[in-house]
């Protein structure tokens, strides 16, 4: 990494003599208080090859991912206006707002579980963000201007023609992926017809779609273009978490100071058959490690920070400075790894680092009964849940024959994937029920509003409300029982009963 300034301003410090002065800076940020924007040095390698296939397959998935449909639902729909949400196929009505929140809390719970043991490996390997910085709109400024030391200078220079070139080739291209994006992001919300009935209408017709489509397409050419690793650093909620989540245990980027320290450049280290040795030349030189101070490490990290001086909270796991010191370390014949994959502890106790530690178990125990209790409702809930609400606004209405009516409204909501031939009966008081609509099959993932009457005699009134109890039959198996109140005249208000009429 390459900075506007001068380098970085911050130290090189030796974690073995536990200063910490560097984390009094912030690497993008310069004494003065300005952006020091950030050039890492094109990364190449094992982990970074396997860091692009694994991208190739995530982006493959996020893009295609609002046309997929599992039953003729989305894979993934998250509509808030409507009170939407589709997980893999399965709609959460609002009705199962308990579960949405049980699985939102397993879903924390196993995100803490998950840094507590392996650090930020999913902002390295799986964040949206990271996924489109580095394997799409970087790789994208690396083909257009450069490597690191190419795009500094092209920034240096005065407008000409191959800046004006460069600079607008790479900004429309930014600006096309952002739009993609956008769309993609709007059909996650509103689902993938409703933004194509956008997109085809047009801004006069579809002003509010439009508008959103415009601020989101601004907003993330503003991220990738300008804004970059500060999501990482300052904006996004689980970075800032980092310092709380993880601890001596767990896996990260680590550069192992005992084998690397003291670092010493290759000129001051004898060689022995052409091998770079950790042979001080001059005999009064403190010892040595195998880290030979060459900053490839620092010069690749996309947020500008020296993996040496520790674990730091703006390590985002990418892998660069791994690949970078693998490939000094193959060419001054030493062994890999000397950052790699470890934890402070394993570092320091030179073993291999441990897993499943007494908090590891104790948040694994925390997510396994939260995430069964969440399995146990998610698979026991009704497969038709079904709401009856009176009609507001409206009272009794008094029939002949000292009979009265209460008009009710019911939704049925199919959470199978199987169209549903649903019953209504009425446990208690006795008395019938007249459905207004025709429609009692409820196709699956669907709700269906019907509008039903229910007829009760005069004797079986208890009060100006009775309570009733319906049953909610399916192929003849009750699947769901639900009470609700039935408004009448008081006793003093009945009429003596009118007759019928004489045929
Ligand atoms: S220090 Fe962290 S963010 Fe920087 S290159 Fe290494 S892994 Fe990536
Ligand atoms: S790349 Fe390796 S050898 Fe070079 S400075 Fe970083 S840790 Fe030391």
Known sequence: MSTDKNQTNQKTINPITEEEHYRDFVSTITNDGKRNWIYPKKPSGRLYNLRTYVSWLLLGFLFAGPFITINGNPLLLMNIFERTFVVFGVVFWPQDFYLFFLAMISFIIFIVLFTAI????????????????????????????????????????????????????????????????????????????????IVMAGPAQQPV???????????????FARFREQVCLVACPYGRFQSVLVDNDSIAVTYDFERGEGRAKVGERKKVDGVVTNIPKKADSAPMGDCIDCAQCVKVCPTGIDIRNGIQLECINCTACIDACNEVMDKIGKPRELITYTSYN???????????????????GVFTILFSIFIYLFVTRPEVYTVILREP???????????????????????????????????????????????????????VENRIMVFLSGDNLTGTQTRMEFGVYYDGRLIQRLQTNFIGPSESMRQAPVPAPQP
């Open 393 to 447: 606004g409206m009272l009794y209405n008094e029939l002949p024959g000292d009979r009265y009516s209460n008009f009710y409204n019911a939704k049925f909501f199919n959470k199978t994937f199987q169209d549903k031939d649903v019953t209504l009966q009425l446990h208690y008081p006795e008395g019938e029920i007249l459905w207004l609509g025709n429609q009692t099959s409820v196709p699956g993932q669907q709700q």
């Open 118 to 197: 392996w650090g930020r490996l999913f902002c390295g390997w799986a964040c949206p963000q990271t996924i489109f910085m580095e394997m799409l709109f970087r790789k994208i400024e690396y083909a257009i201007e450069g490597d690191a030391n190419q795009q500094k200078r092209l920034n240096a220079s005065p407008l000409n023609r191959e800046k004006f070139f460069k600079k607008t080739a790479k900004h429309s291209l930014f600006i096309i992926i952002s739009l993609a994006i956008a769309h993609t992001f709007m059909a996650y919300i509103i689902g993938k017809d409703e933004v194509l009935e």
């Open 346 to 364: 394993a570092v320091v106790e030179k073993r291999e680092p441990k897993v499943f530690t007494t908090r590891v178990k104790a948040y694994l």
């Open 209 to 223: 779609g439009f508008i959103a489509t415009m601020v989101f397409t601004a907003l993330f050419y503003g991220v």
